[in-house]
């Protein structure tokens, strides 16, 4: 079977999709993952091949400057709340003008690899679902936090003028987004989908995505007696610092440090490649650019986070509270879910708020209980594996939907 992968966004949106590529790779499929340059690297150790082929996150959000001056510009955007500021920019983001190039460079590696048996895409990656209409070929969403926002009726009108720029002809439902189903790795009864979000297929979550890491010695040399916090913004956030963007990086940063720098526990912020030099850090806050999470969060008390997706389902796959401070895109949503569900709380943008949540969380056995049963929830679905046979067999199949 030829599988092609298509992956947008940040280092993170790769991660969601590396443990099915390589699983289907494992199994002796040909996995073609078409990627931005940036990402590719996320896919080194897999047994696929990869094609960066797709423009940059960054490039993309050039897009974003008309969408964002049709908004009324910065003062009107002052008015709007987060969800209104994401729900006017997802068709442009998710669906955007980038789209078209990149259906085109898809197109490109069909000529050469062959007309793949199934599309397996980023579910914020819509290239890759316009394509397998066209070519007639199963296509299913990877786990994503803009798949759990991205309801199809948003985009409709986008994916549209994609098509009649494409020269693709239009569905008889313009609206079938997951006509084939979508995979996630969340427990459907702890599910952070929008409610006109197809159900999906659940599996569980890697305890480690990538392969061989390991923590650094440092890590190991920290206090046992006191509670470790792990504090970061994710992978996308450095990317946009000094590009337009809804948010500000380095303010969202520094409120997160001033946060930590009050809190009476050992905590090692995740800078993403952010500067701190100018950050005045007591001595129990570690900063690091990077740390490999999943296994970072298996020793952790709490997880201060801007509410990814990837980040979310690592916490829950650990058993680890959430205090969610959201930046843009989905994270509102998660951060809104998350306190629903009972696996945290969604934290205002002011540090002392975020330091009193975190210190009140650390201390909540009610929210802990809360979150150790989201975590045997999850530790109840089948692997990552189980799902190349459930693959395999809608791609000869070609029946709709992949039901849970």
Do not use: K
Not at 360 to 380: C, K, N
Request: hydrophobic share 50%; with cysteine; glycine share 10%.
């Amino acid at each position: 079977m030829l599988v092609l992968c298509s992956v947008t966004g940040s280092p993170s949106h790769g991660r969601a999709v590396l443990p099915f590529a390589r699983a289907l790779g494992v199994a002796g499929h040909r996995v073609v993952v078409a990627c931005p340059p940036d990402i590719a690297g996320v896919f080194d150790r897999a047994p696929v091949v990869v094609a960066p082929v797709f423009a940059t996150m960054a490039d993309a959000a050039e897009h974003l400057g008309p969408a964002l001056a049709q908004l009324g510009g910065p003062a009107a955007l002052a008015t709007l709340t987060p969800t209104e500021v994401t729900t006017a920019l997802l068709p442009t983001l998710f669906a955007g003008p980038q789209v078209t190039d990149a259906a085109r460079a898809l197109l490109a590696l069909v000529q050469a690899h062959g007309t793949p048996d199934l599309v397996l895409r980023d579910g914020g990656e819509t290239a890759g679902f316009l394509v397998a209409e066209h070519l007639g070929v199963p296509c299913v969403a990877a786990p994503s936090g803009a798949g759990n926002v991205l309801a199809p009726e948003l985009v409709a009108e986008a994916l549209a003028a994609r098509r009649d720029e494409l020269g693709f002809a239009a569905p008889d439902d313009p609206t079938a987004l997951h006509r084939w189903g979508r995979l996630d790795c969340m427990p459907p009864q702890f599910s952070l989908a929008g409610p006109q979000i197809a159900p999906a297929r659940a599996f569980r979550q890697d305890d480690q995505v990538a392969r061989g890491e390991a923590l650094p010695g440092w890590v190991g040399a920290l206090p046992g007696s006191r509670p470790l916090v792990v504090a970061g913004l994710g992978t996308a956030m450095a990317g946009r610092a000094g590009r337009r963007a809804p948010v500000d990086p380095q303010a969202a940063l520094r409120t997160v440090a001033e946060a930590a720098s009050r809190l009476d526990a050992e905590v090692v912020l995740s800078t993403g490649g952010l500067p701190v030099e100018d950050l005045a850090l007591p001595a129990h806050v570690h900063p690091a650019s990077w740390v490999p999470q999943p296994l970072l969060l298996q020793v952790a008390d709490l997880f201060l986070t801007h509410g990814g997706y990837n980040g979310v389902r690592e916490a829950v796959r650990h058993g680890v509270p959430l205090a969610v401070l959201p930046q843009f895109g989905d994270q509102e949503h998660n951060a809104r879910r998350i306190a629903e569900l009972g696996l945290g709380a969604h934290c205002a943008p002011d540090a002392d708020e975020v330091a009193a949540t975190c210190t009140r969380l650390l201390g909540d056995d009610d929210v802990r209980a809360r979150m150790r049963s989201a975590q045997r929830a999850m530790l109840t679905l089948p692997p990552v594996e189980d799902a190349v046979g459930v693959l395999e067999e809608l791609a000869e199949r070609r029946v709709p939907a992949l039901a849970p």
